[in-house]
């Protein structure tokens, strides 16, 4: 199986940027759909974001305009840019391969931790 180690998290003030970054351990980008995924205390896992192996990109209504999501095929990384961060976006980001009904495929991985406070 694939692996995917997210990083770039962190405390940001409402308003703020962010780039979250993902590593996958093979060349998958180029051929499977791939997204971003968070998880906010207590609620279930979401999808935030995806983009095809053909570059189209799709993102959830709630962030559609403020987040970009985009890949690197050569370094094997996936990026989320995020502006205009509000709390409501805090939560634990994860990525994976994206599956038709816009579900994780893989295993997760340890995702990295986004707090949007003052």
């Known amino acids: 199986q694939v692996q995917f180690v997210e990083s770039g998290g962190g405390l940001v003030q409402p308003g703020g940027s962010l780039r979250l970054s993902c590593v996958a351990s093979g060349s998958i980008f180029s051929i499977y759909p791939t997204g971003w995924f968070r998880q906010a205390p207590g609620k279930q896992r979401e999808w935030v974001a995806a983009?095809?192996?053909?570059?189209?990109?799709d993102y959830a209504d709630s962030v559609k305009g403020r987040f970009t999501i985009s890949r690197d095929n050569v370094k094997n990384t996936m990026y989320l840019q995020m502006s205009t961060l509000k709390p409501e976006d805090t939560a634990a980001y994860y990525c994976n391969l994206v599956s038709a009904n816009k579900n994780g495929v893989n295993a997760w991985g340890k995702g990295t931790l986004v707090t949007v406070s003052s």
């Open positions: 983009i095809t192996d053909g570059g189209s990109t």
